[in-house]
């Protein structure tokens, strides 16, 4: 049986980079679930979709015009014969997809396209913001990790050469929009082990991971 460890937690908690790191060392794959949203929203938005319609996203979500590709080193989004996954990690499209990941037909047709990223595979870690309570419920390992404010934006910041100050606001948005909305919200999963991991280094919280698995 496929073994599972679930990471999820507020925006830039170092989930994608924790977890990335974890399925490296056990020769796992990796899925970041956010990808999903993002990508969906990424092409909503080249096409025009109005992001207040709440069908015409959904339907888009089922689409054959994009797809999500699993590599061991990313999650990448391809669309219109390339990867456009550079693109869906600006912030602008993180906010859109949190905006259309409130949508309940949105999360009904990802969730088993998120749920096949096990098939067929010896584990995976997922990471997100509903993994250990929605997409995988049984999972063996559950984690949330958390991180202070302004080291989670100083982060973000850094990899998209942007302002701290743009990305403390940028997230508080997204953070409460993410864990206040009523289908599948952030919430720490109920048995998770959660991770503050404010100062700690990469190794170490990959280890301490490594040692629960
Ligand atoms: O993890 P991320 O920054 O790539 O996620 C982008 C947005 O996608 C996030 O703000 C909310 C949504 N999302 C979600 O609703 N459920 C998930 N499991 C993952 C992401």
Redesign the pocket.
């Known amino acids: 049986m496929t073994k599972v460890v679930t990471i999820?937690g507020p925006?830039?908690s170092g989930?994608?980079t924790v977890s990335r790191e974890l399925a490296r060392r056990m020769g796992w794959n990796w899925v970041?679930?956010?990808?999903?949203?993002?990508g969906l929203?990424f092409v909503a938005k080249e096409k025009g979709i109005d992001f207040l319609n709440e069908e015409a996203i959904a339907d888009l979500a089922n689409s054959k015009e994009w797809k999500v590709v699993l590599t061991h080193e990313r999650t990448e989004v391809e669309y219109g014969g390339h990867f456009v996954t550079d693109e869906?990690a600006q912030d602008s499209?993180?906010?859109l997809?949190?905006l259309i990941?409130?949508y309940k037909k949105v999360?009904e047709r990802l969730l088993q396209n998120?749920r096949d990223c096990k098939i067929g595979v010896s584990g995976l870690v997922a990471?997100?913001?509903?993994?250990g309570t929605?997409?995988f419920p049984n999972a063996d390992v559950k984690i949330y990790l958390t991180a202070n404010q302004e080291q989670r934006a100083e982060r973000r910041a850094k990899e998209l050469g942007v302002s701290v100050e743009s990305m403390i606001n940028s997230q508080e948005v997204?953070?409460k929009?993410?864990s206040q909305?009523k289908i599948?919200p952030?919430q720490i999963p109920e048995n998770a082990i959660v991770i503050d991991t404010t100062d700690m280094s990469l190794d170490y919280v990959v280890k301490l991971i490594e040692a629960k698995v």
């Open positions: 999820d925006a830039a989930k994608s970041s679930t956010g990808a999903f949203y993002r929203a869906i499209v993180g906010q997809a949190s990941s409130k999360r998120q990471e997100g913001r509903d993994c929605v997409v997204r953070d929009q993410d909305r599948a952030l």
